[in-house]
């Protein structure tokens, strides 16, 4: 039993706190750096703002999912729940940082 609970975990871990997350944060920091673009043109794109919110109403309704999804598959193993939940509270923590820097970077690399 606790054999298929691991199993169970890591599926849900690879394909959700990874791939699904990940995914989502690089789409932000893609419509964001475009959108950063065509404003600094001096350019607003309603369609694009309105794509950047509807990322991040996903990823901000995707990531209390995930935690509470997280939490209750790992009942068989304490070590696991931590982890995972370092995780989930750490990387967007340490995203904060890695973003404001690339762009930064990208502001500079856009200004003329």
């Known amino acids: ?28 920091l893609v419509l964001t750096i475009i959108v950063m673009k065509f ?15 509807l990322t991040l109403l996903v990823a901000l309704v995707s990531w209390p999912v995930c935690v509470v999804k997280t939490w209750r598959r790992t009942k068989f193993d304490r070590k696991f ?3 995972a939940m370092a995780y989930l509270f750490g990387v967007p923590i340490v995203l904060l940082f ?12 856009m200004m003329p």
């Open 1 to 28: 039993m606790e054999e298929n609970d691991k199993q169970t975990f890591w599926r849900f871990t690879i394909r959700y706190n990874v791939i699904l997350l990940g995914g989502l944060y690089l789409l932000l």
């Open 39 to 53: 404003r600094m043109e001096g350019v607003i794109h309603t369609q694009l703002l309105l794509c950047l919110f």
């Open 81 to 83: 729940r931590v982890l």
């Open 98 to 109: 890695v973003t404001s820097a690339i762009m930064r970077l990208t502001t500079r690399l």
